[in-house]
């Protein structure tokens, strides 16, 4: 069986979520499938089973089939390093940051670990989904593109372009993209999904003649928009989340930090009907909410400045507030923050927010692990990724409840314990039913949508 190569017809067009439900699809029809992206950007990263840093969709593709999750899966991931920079994970392992120039520059020797990682798990696989970045057609980029071009034509897989109807403009990215192809490229691509439709779907059937007829290209479904609050690759993606807050007892503030990191940790809290989430940018804002939540930060002293610019400090500082604070955001409530390698900034020290105290010292060797902690006398599965040492991973102070740890809302004791205290009629639900009937019915529909009995063919010629 073929490998299959994932490209949108444009940026956020759908091809993390295709991907996903794909993945999943040829799972539940026997096939031994596993997620790919050979070089991701993104500041949400998980730990894998197997150690060290990749991707969301990769991970959350392959814990939704039950697969153990490796670097494999996600060879290059690039994290915001700030300044033209970027934090870079090989093989899940930090290797320090790089310049955009030179990343490009040096782009022929991150071919080998992509290659290797891919043919890695081909040996383990039938077939992989290699999920592509962007558009694959900017011209002055192609030579360089390890998700799209390079897997393509490296190893040869089938191709199924997806186009984002929402966007406008439909059949001249369909057509646009498909023309500026490779010739060998455009003989394996097999068919286009037409994503995010909304309204009469009847009216879109002549777009299909015309896909079909006049761009020699076959549809292989037209997907109807549905929500799907799990998963999110980047902070633009969760920040276009659909919520229903009818029903909604507790008022949740995200202050949005320009470098945020680990956003997924807030998925639970979007789909909770009992919490209406926003995401903040103002110190006025704090007001409206019964908890503000300081998140994960790629770059935890830039962002504690801004936040002190932006006058969220006297907030954050008053014990009256109530206030979860994650990792980075846990680091910014102690008295100090000492860098003397410079890690994260120029600055060697730094003063923090003082609601904790003593003080965080970053090390040059970063923790990333994932197991089961004790945290607010709670047992929560979760997972680090930091450089900054403290005393305890977790603390708690009046109105404030701080950890290194990820992934503590996807706990539902910790919800109820943390929420109950706001509202005593907060009922909760059980995240992890409602992350597992959301992937099916999410699955479901693509499934209803698109041809995968046609696509399995395909991929067996």
Known sequence: MKSLSIFGT????GKSTLSFAITYLLASRGISVAPFKAQNVSNNSQVTDAGGEIAIPQYFAAEAIGLKTTPDMNPILLKSGGKSKAHMIINGKNVGNK?????????DKLKPHVKRA?????????????EGAGSPVELNLMSKDLSNIYIADEFNTKIILVADIQRGGVFASIYGVYNLLPKKLRKNVIGVVVNKFQGDMTLFDEGVKIIEKK?????????PYKPFNLGFEDSASIMNYVQDTKDAKVKVGVIKLPHISNFTDFEPLVVDKEVELSFISNAEDMANCDLVIIPGSKRVVDDLLWLRERGFEKGLKSKDTKVVAICGGYEMMFEKILDPLKIESDAELTLGFGRLKGEITFQKEKIVKKGTYRIFKHVVDGYEVHNGIANKRSKVKKNLYATFIHGLFDSDEIRELIFKEINQNYKGYNFKEFKSQAIKEFASHIDEHINMHKILNLLDN
């Open 99 to 107: 310049n955009v120039w030179s990343y490009y520059r040096d782009i």
């Open 10 to 13: 444009s940026s956020d067009a």
């Open 118 to 130: 891919f043919n890695n798990l081909s040996k383990n696989y039938e077939c992989i989904v290699a």
């Open 215 to 223: 761009f020699k290209i076959p549809v292989l479904g037209v997907v």
